[in-house]
């Protein structure tokens, strides 16, 4: 046992400079792999605990069966027995002084290394925000990508390489969150999906009574007052007495009265009540819907015209002496705002020693309140990011040459490269990356102007969803490792163009990261010089 705890040690040792204090593990992908660390050595510990019990149980069954035999024959002819000498003092030592050894091993807690163990690592786990969060992106995966509970509750998802599924008791956590957080329509989804597999015969710690409780009440903060009857007569006939059940179902019935005294006719509730049903979520706006079917791949489709006039081509970067002999691949992905894709232009060395800096520093990633200025968290930036510097390191130097080469701008003025990992449904919802005109001090601390273009890189295949999207002209870009896209968010007069607001969707499978470089005016004035006209 002394080696299991010299072991646990150890391995402790060498895990706690990879962990890190709680910071939102649900937000990005790369710490939750951490996680992934601290439970299989937790595992480890358990199985190591395990074997000490069982070795200790094992020392007490051999005694036992000794002590058995032993007192078998004594007890048949206890004088006899005891009329040989060795057998007398043998007995006197077994009871003076094994038995009190025995009783020391009985008492023995092996456990002492794997709950040491747990106590420290404890710290590194994640909080009920991280749950909350977690469950929170399914929900919002679900919207987004249209899937039904079952589907979901299956794993039956696109490009998984780890099947995993929902049980009874997992949906009916999924409901309750949903429940606090007063979203009614995914409570009723998820406490019926619960209900379901209870009622496929799923085993489960789950109980069809508070599943029922929930749900029925669900049901009738969405208008469907018949549905929510029906339910809670269900749950009586599990639970007579339940006083809840019974108060609710003596409400219900009142209002039904009061419905039939003013003559409200059938077709109208019935109109009124799948009028409800339908309502998916609040403040489901035009653009969000618009967002959401490009995120599923549903956006607009380029007439044959447009389409023509995209192109692939080998691009020198306007006969930079780095790229005449060795261009690089460029196409276009959309025309107005234009979007070009540069392919090959990051290479896997370079993409992990990034992703390795950056690991260390990712945090929680911000947003700048348009009031007051102050960088916070915001529920649709679910990532976390990390901020480079050019001179920490030559392949970062290098990646900032090269956007500078094939950009044609000035990148002493661009802000620090941005390392992002996106999390559980991690997503970006749309958004202008330039400060527009009721936002006066935005990047008023940089002093160097406004944000005049964007690269970004895609440093990982993500297996599904996870798409840069823009809804004002219905463009989707699918991320691809070893890639970049750039487009222009400032026209050449400064003013913003409007229809580069854009969002990252939803990762529905895999892990999503990506490197921005946000260039910025001062430092271009004679490399895009300005135009007369306000929108050219």
Not at 424 to 433: A, K, M, T
Request: proline share 4%; aromatic share 10%.
């Amino acid at each position: 046992m002394a080696f299991n705890k010299i072991w646990c040690t150890i391995a402790l040792g060498l895990l706690l400079p990879f962990s890190y204090a709680h910071t939102d593990f649900f937000t990005s992908i790369g710490h939750m792999t951490d996680l992934i660390n601290t439970e299989k050595d937790l595992v480890v510990s358990l199985k190591d605990y395990i074997k000490a019990e069982e070795g200790k149980l094992e020392q007490i069954k051999k005694w036992a069966e000794k002590l058995d035999q032993l007192t078998d024959t004594a007890t048949k002819d206890p004088e006899g027995f005891l009329g040989h000498p060795v057998n007398a003092f043998k007995l006197m030592k077994r009871l003076n002084t094994e038995w009190g050894e025995l009783e020391s091993l009985v008492l023995k807690d092996m456990s002492d290394g794997f709950i040491s163990n747990m106590t420290i690592q404890r710290q590194f786990f994640p909080n009920d925000e991280d749950q909350t969060g977690a469950a929170k992106a399914l929900l919002r995966l679900q919207d987004t990508y249209n899937l039904d509970t079952d589907t979901l509750s299956r794993g039956n998802l696109p490009g998984v390489k780890h099947k995993s599924f929902l049980t009874a008791e997992d949906c009916f956590e999924l409901g309750k969150i949903a429940y606090t957080e007063a979203d009614y329509y995914h409570t009723e989804l998820w406490m019926e999906q619960a209900l379901k597999q209870l009622d496929e015969g799923e085993v489960s710690s789950a109980d069809k009574v508070y599943i029922l409780d929930y749900l029925s009440y669900a049901v009738y903060q969405q208008g469907d007052l018949g549905k929510a009857m029906r339910l809670t007569k269900r749950l009586l006939e599990l639970d007579p007495e339940h006083q809840r059940a019974n108060g609710n179902m003596k409400y219900f019935e009142y209002i039904m009265a009061k419905e039939k005294e003013a003559n409200k006719s059938s077709t109208d509730s019935e109109d009124q009540v799948e009028k409800e049903t339908e309502v998916k979520k609040k403040d489901y706006l035009p653009e969000r819907r618009k967002y959401e079917m490009l995120c599923r791949g549903e956006g607009l489709k380029m007439t044959p015209r447009r389409q023509k006039r995209l192109f692939c081509r080998y691009y020198d970067g306007n006969r930079n002496p780095r790229y005449i002999l060795g261009p690089v691949k460029q196409e276009d992905e959309w025309d107005k705002p234009r979007i070009v894709r540069f392919l090959d232009i990051i290479s896997d060395e370079e993409i992990e020693t990034v992703k390795e800096l950056a690991k260390p520093r990712l945090r929680r990633a911000t947003i700048s309140n348009p009031i007051t200025g102050a960088l916070e968290t915001a529920h649709y930036r679910i990532s976390k990011s990390a901020w480079l510097s050019g001179y920490e390191s030559p392949v970062v130097s290098r990646i900032n040459t090269r956007i500078q080469d094939l950009t044609g701008l000035d990148v002493s003025t661009a802000e620090e490269l941005q390392v992002a990992n996106y999390g559980v449904g991690g997503q970006y919802e749309p958004h202008f990356d330039f400060g527009r005109k009721d936002e006066p001090d935005a990047f008023k601390e940089l002093g160097t102007g406004n944000r005049i273009a964007t690269w970004l890189f895609y440093m990982s295949d993500v297996s599904a969803g996870g798409a840069t999207v823009f809804p004002e002209v219905g463009a989707s870009v699918w991320p691809k490792k070893g890639t970049a896209v750039f487009w222009y968010n400032l026209f050449p007069s400064g003013e913003g163009d409007y229809s580069t607001r854009h969002a990252a969707c939803p990762v529905l499978v895999g892990n999503k990261w990506v490197s921005n470089k946000w260039l910025h005016e001062r430092g271009q004035e004679f490399r895009r010089p300005c135009t007369l006209s306000e929108l050219e």
